[in-house]
C-alpha cells in the first residue's frame, strides 16, 4: 500500500491512497484541471479512481468532489451530515458512510472515526490492506481517546500540524478566527500534534507526513521540529506536505 498527497492545506486538500488495483482519493478541494494536472504529476489517471472519501464539507476539502465524480463517474462515500451540508453540487453516485462502522472498497478496509471540527459530521479515516495501516488525521480541534486507539499501531501517519500558538496568537488573524483555529473544534498545533505521537503506539511507523501547515501561522521548520520531539527521531525522517506540490508517493512496505 502507497499514498501521497495531491496539496494540503486551506487552498486545497486531497490524498491518494493506492492498493493493488483500488485507488481512493480522500477529498478534492482543486478544481478540476487542477485536480487533473496534479494527479497526472503524481502519476495517475483520474479515470483509476475507485472512489472519493469526503472527510467534511468544507470547501477546501469538498469544493472539486463533484466536478471529478460527474467528469469520470466516480463514487462519492460520506457522512449523512456530511452529505446534508455540501454544496458541491450533484453527485453521480453517493454512498452514506456511519463513522462507527468499517467498510471496503476493492483491496481496501476504510475504519472510519469521528474527530472534533467545526462541521456538520466530519470524520478521518484509517485504511488497511490486512498487514499495513495509514492513519490519517488533519481538521481536528483536540486529540480524543478514540483518535489515539484508532490511530496506534499505524505503519503511516498523515498527521495535522496546523499552526504554532505563538505565531497563531501575534499573526494577522482576527482574534474571533484565532479562537476558532486555536479551539476545540478547530486545528491541532504543532505541541498537540506531537503529544498524540507521544501518546499513541507508534512502534510500527515507517512513515510520518505532517499536512494541512497554516500558511501564515506555520513554517515548515517549526512543524517539522515538533514531530521529532513528539516521535523522538531524525529531522530527515519527517515528511511534510505543502499546498503547492503536496507530498510525493510513499510506501509502507519500507522506511523513508
Avoid at 503506539?201 to 510520518?208: A, E, G, M, R, T
Wanted: charged content about 20%; proline content about 7%; hydrophobic content about 35%.
Amino acid at each position: 500500500m502507497r499514498f501521497a498527497l495531491l496539496g494540503s492545506g486551506s487552498r486545497g486538500n486531497a490524498l491518494l491512497v493506492e492498493q493493488g488495483d483500488t485507488t481512493l482519493m480522500v477529498d478534492c478541494g482543486f478544481t478540476l484541471r487542477e485536480s487533473e494536472r496534479r494527479l497526472a504529476r503524481l502519476g495517475k489517471d483520474p479515470g483509476s479512481i475507485t472512489a472519493i472519501l469526503v472527510t467534511h464539507e468544507h470547501s477546501d476539502h469538498v469544493g472539486g468532489v463533484a466536478l471529478l465524480a460527474r467528469r469520470y463517474g466516480i463514487p462519492v462515500w460520506m457522512t449523512p451530515g456530511s452529505a446534508a451540508n455540501q454544496d458541491c453540487g450533484e453527485l453521480p453516485t453517493l454512498h452514506l458512510l456511519n463513522c462507527h462502522e468499517p467498510f471496503a472498497i476493492g483491496g481496501v478496509e476504510i475504519i472510519p472515526f469521528p474527530v472534533p471540527h467545526d462541521a456538520r459530521e466530519p470524520s478521518q479515516f484509517v485504511f488497511s490492506n490486512g498487514d499495513r495501516r495509514l492513519g490519517l488525521l488533519t481538521d481536528v480541534g483536540r486529540v480524543t481517546p478514540h483518535i489515539e486507539t484508532c490511530l496506534s499501531g499505524c505503519h503511516g501517519l498523515v498527521l495535522e500540524c496546523n499552526h504554532d500558538p505563538k505565531m497563531l496568537a501575534d499573526g494577522p488573524y482576527p482574534p474571533m478566527l484565532q479562537r476558532r483555529v486555536g479551539g476545540d473544534l478547530g486545528h491541532l498545533s504543532n505541541p498537540q500534534a506531537a503529544e498524540l505521537l507521544q501518546r499513541i503506539d507508534v512502534s510500527q511507523l515507517h512513515q510520518l507526513v505532517g499536512a494541512h501547515l497554516s500558511e501564515k501561522n506555520n513554517t515548515p521548520q517549526l512543524a517539522r521540529q515538533a514531530l521529532c520531539q513528539g516521535l523522538g527521531c531524525e529531522p530527515e525522517w519527517i515528511g511534510l506536505a505543502d499546498q503547492s506540490h503536496g507530498a510525493s508517493w510513499r510506501s509502507l512496505d519500507s522506511w523513508l
